[in-house]
């Protein structure tokens, strides 16, 4: 009698024989595809082609512009906010299903905490003042 498990390695292994040769599919329609433009494509430079573009405004002055580091910082914590909020989704859900509720209960009050932390932390370094 054969043995059960080298039918499920087979099939196992078969099923990522099939994400490998999209995955080769995939690059290869990329690189196909990036030949085709680099050989289709006109190479005819010029000096006014070399010149930096900038939505059709030509370039005048420097090329260094001093930006606040501030808008970053609300931008950052738009984005841990917005972590925050795609996490509670989920945790949602799980929260309400049978056997699960007191370890997602303490496993959102640890990452909360550890936003507490860091919304502390800026709030004391002055971060969320607009002035």
């Known amino acids: 009698m054969p043995e059960p498990t080298v039918g499920l390695a087979a099939g196992y292994f078969q099923s990522y024989s099939v994400v490998g040769l999209l995955t080769l599919v995939g690059v290869l329609f990329v690189a196909v595809a990036f030949g085709a433009g680099r050989l289709l494509r006109p190479v005819v430079p010029t000096p006014e082609k ?6 059709g405004v030509d370039p005048v002055g420097e090329g260094w512009a001093h930006t606040q580091v501030r808008y970053y910082v609300y931008a ?30 303490v496993e959102m009050f640890i990452f909360l905490g550890f936003l507490a932390v860091g919304l502390l932390y800026a709030h004391k370094k002055g971060v969320l003042s607009w002035t």
Do not use: M, N
């Open 76 to 105: 950052f914590l738009y984005v841990v906010f917005a972590v925050d909020s795609i996490f509670l989704f989920p945790w949602a859900t799980v929260f309400a299903a049978p056997g699960y509720g007191a370890t997602t209960l």
């Open 50 to 55: 070399l010149l930096t573009y900038e939505c």
